[in-house]
């Protein structure tokens, strides 16, 4: 009704400015010419009233027609025979002319909406390609809809514990009243009949929610444009589903395999510790057993020594985690190399025991901004693996060397078996442990998180003196200047 009467304004208005400006000239001006121009302000009336806009229009012209420009003028008489015939051709050219307008002007308000609706289709299909997430996907399709349809309500609403949630909207929002109306019917299973205005959306045979649509401001609902919609949207929500659970199930795989990788490798580690402690605590503890004091302390020494060994397992573990939460950081000092190696070996004297130690440090070494901490542990974790893998009496080689101006490189090699090319991708990982390792390979991984901590690097490659050359880099204090110094006070 409101666009009929806009129509009707629309078409009085064109026909006002139409009549005053022929007036003037109506007796130089035929019957024929007249009628034609008088057309025009119908064609407006249609076009923005529709058919009923246009007819009023036309006995609107036919009545201008006679009062302004059938002599005698300014008066509803029509007078001579020729003067009927006149209104007679104008009324039989207006009315089908509106007709006719009419229905072109429907038809390409239908061509513009189904052109609109395919374009929706082809946007949501590139949606669906691109992968995007649902969330944005689903507000997409709502706001095309809203537009494409004319409709004053546009909503998805999917499934959420015992009801169903709106996810998407556009236009009026979802009444209370509504939404417990849709519930009732999805909790009982009945689901909601499809009608104009309410599509259940359904992928393989089952239904994953509701389009909901408010009534149409113009024609009504295109049926299969709408079945098209619910389709793509119930295929797009249910891949996005699928895509979820998959990416849960991986993700539940790859923490168990984790889980599983992690409690080996400390398994391996925590095996070779807790024998020795358990079989010398039951020594010293077995009253049968007449040992004597030197033995004693030996064995207290050793279940001092292995315990120490736990500590610093657990210790280093709890670092690695919290290096990886980004929770811990290096603590930045000026560390001076030789002294930290010398520290090491000090520590790892029991576990080096056996072997040539080498060592190539050149004068005028300059200082390191390291975390001494936890470089000391990745210098111990490397010797300790070397002497794992080394045969007894062998040299293991500590060496050091200037890379650039603003980094060193430290090395530690063996003339162990070495390592393949194909595993040294992932040796660093907790998947490299094999069975016929005689470590668990959680030392390496502990190394690299700490040196990867500093920025910096870890890697293995062939010894040239054969066996495996484990080498990781560390900046300088010239390269590094202040600002470690400025993260050091930030941490404290």
């Given at each position: 009704?409101?666009?009929?009467?806009?129509?009707?304004?629309?078409?009085?208005?064109?026909?006002?400015?139409?009549?005053g400006a022929m007036v003037p000239f109506r007796?130089?001006?035929?019957?024929?010419?007249?009628?034609?121009?008088?057309?025009?302000?119908?064609?407006?009336?249609?076009?923005?009233?529709?058919?009923?806009?246009?007819?009023?229009?036309?006995?609107?012209?036919?009545?201008?027609?006679?009062?302004?420009?059938?002599?005698?003028?300014?008066?509803?008489?029509?007078?001579?025979?020729?003067?009927?015939?006149?209104?007679?051709?104008?009324?039989?050219?207006?009315?089908?002319?509106?007709?006719?307008?009419?229905?072109?002007?429907?038809?390409?308000?239908?061509?513009?909406?189904?052109?609109?609706?395919?374009?929706?289709?082809?946007?949501?299909?590139?949606?669906?390609?691109?992968?995007?997430?649902?969330?944005?996907?689903?507000?997409?399709?709502?706001?095309?809809?809203?537009?494409?349809?004319?409709?004053?309500?546009?909503?998805?609403?999917?499934?959420?514990?015992?009801?169903?949630?709106?996810?998407?909207?556009?236009?009026?929002?979802?009444?209370?009243?509504?939404?417990?109306?849709?519930?009732?019917?999805?909790?009982?299973?009945?689901?909601?009949?499809?009608?104009?205005?309410?599509?259940?959306?359904?992928?393989?045979?089952?239904?994953?929610?509701?389009?909901?649509?408010?009534?149409?401001?113009g024609a009504a609902y295109d049926r299969e444009?709408?079945?098209?919609?619910?389709?793509?949207?119930?295929?797009?929500?249910?891949?996005?589903?699928?895509?979820?659970?998959?990416?849960?199930?991986?993700?539940?795989?790859?923490?168990?395999?984790?889980?599983?990788?992690?409690?080996?490798?400390?398994?391996?580690?925590?095996?070779?510790?807790?024998?020795?402690?358990?079989?010398?605590?039951?020594?010293?503890?077995?009253?049968?057993?007449?040992?004597?004091?030197?033995?004693?302390?030996?064995?207290?020494?050793?279940?001092?020594?292995?315990?120490?060994?736990?500590?610093?397992?657990?210790?280093?573990?709890?670092?690695?985690?919290?290096?990886?939460?980004?929770?811990?950081?290096?603590?930045?000092?000026?560390?001076?190399?030789?002294?930290?190696?010398?520290?090491?070996?000090?520590?790892?004297?029991?576990?080096?025991?056996?072997?040539?130690?080498?060592?190539?440090?050149?004068?005028?070494?300059?200082?390191?901004?390291?975390?001494?901490?936890?470089?000391?542990?990745?210098?111990?974790?490397?010797?300790?693996?070397?002497?794992?893998?080394?045969?007894?009496?062998?040299?293991?080689?500590?060496?050091?060397?200037?890379?650039?101006?603003?980094?060193?490189?430290?090395?530690?090699?063996?003339?162990?078996?070495?390592?393949?090319?194909?595993?040294?991708?992932?040796?660093?990982?907790?998947?490299?442990?094999?069975?016929?390792?005689?470590?668990?390979?959680?030392?390496?991984?502990?190394?690299?998180?700490?040196?990867?901590?500093?920025?910096?690097?870890?890697?293995?490659?062939?010894?040239?003196?054969?066996?495996?050359?484990?080498?990781?880099?560390?900046?300088?204090?010239?390269?590094?200047?202040?600002?470690?110094?400025?993260?050091?006070?930030?941490?404290?």
């Open positions: 009704m409101r666009r009929t009467a806009w129509g009707i304004l629309a078409a009085l208005g064109a026909m006002a400015v139409v009549a007796s130089s001006l035929s019957e024929a010419m007249t009628a034609l121009v008088l057309v025009l302000p119908v064609i407006i009336g249609v076009v923005v009233g529709g058919l009923w806009a246009g007819v009023v229009s036309v006995f609107a012209g036919f009545f201008v027609y006679v009062y302004f420009f059938v002599p005698p003028y300014l008066t509803t008489s029509i007078g001579s025979t020729q003067n009927w015939v006149a209104l007679g051709v104008y009324m039989a050219i207006t009315l089908p002319v509106a007709f006719v307008v009419d229905r072109m002007h429907a038809a390409r308000s239908v061509e513009r909406r189904q052109a609109g609706e395919l374009r929706q289709l082809l946007e949501l299909s590139e949606l669906l390609v691109e992968d995007r997430p649902l969330d944005l996907l689903l507000a997409t399709v709502v706001a095309g809809m809203f537009t494409s349809f004319d409709a004053r309500q546009v909503a998805i609403l999917l499934p959420a514990g015992d009801g169903l949630e709106v996810v998407a909207s556009a236009g009026d929002p979802v009444t209370s009243a509504q939404l417990r109306g849709l519930n009732a019917s999805w909790i009982q299973d009945t689901g909601p009949s499809d009608d104009a205005g309410t599509i259940t959306l359904s992928a393989a045979g089952r239904p994953i929610g509701l389009l909901v649509l408010g009534p149409p401001s444009a709408l079945l098209l919609f619910s389709t793509q949207i119930a295929l797009a929500v249910e891949r996005v589903q699928l895509r979820e659970e998959a990416i849960r199930t991986r993700l539940a795989a790859q923490v168990d395999r984790l889980a599983t990788m992690l409690v080996t490798a400390v398994s391996h580690d925590l095996r070779t510790p807790l024998a020795s402690i358990k079989a010398s605590s039951s020594v010293l503890a077995d009253d049968g057993l007449d040992i004597g004091s030197q033995d004693a302390r030996t064995l207290a020494h050793l279940v001092d020594l292995q315990a120490d060994r736990l500590a610093e397992l657990v210790q280093d573990l709890l670092d690695m985690s919290r290096i990886r939460a980004g929770v811990l950081q290096p603590r930045w000092r000026d560390v001076d190399l030789p002294d930290l190696v010398d520290s090491v070996l000090e520590e790892l004297g029991p576990v080096i025991a056996g072997f040539v130690i080498e060592l190539d440090l050149p004068t005028g070494l300059p200082p390191v901004a390291v975390d001494p901490t936890l470089i000391e542990r990745v210098l111990a974790n490397l010797l300790a693996n070397a002497a794992r893998h080394a045969p007894k009496g062998t040299p293991i080689t500590v060496a050091v060397r200037r890379t650039g101006p603003g980094a060193v490189e430290v090395s530690v090699s063996d003339r162990g078996p070495g390592v393949s090319a194909e595993r040294r991708a992932d040796l660093f990982g907790l998947s490299a442990r094999r069975d016929i390792d005689s470590g668990a390979g959680l030392g390496l991984t502990i190394a690299r998180t700490f040196v990867e901590a500093h920025g910096q690097s870890i890697w293995v490659d062939d010894s040239p003196t054969g066996g495996a050359r484990f080498c990781f880099t560390l900046p300088t204090s010239a390269f590094v200047g202040g600002s470690y110094a400025v993260a050091a006070d930030s941490r404290h």
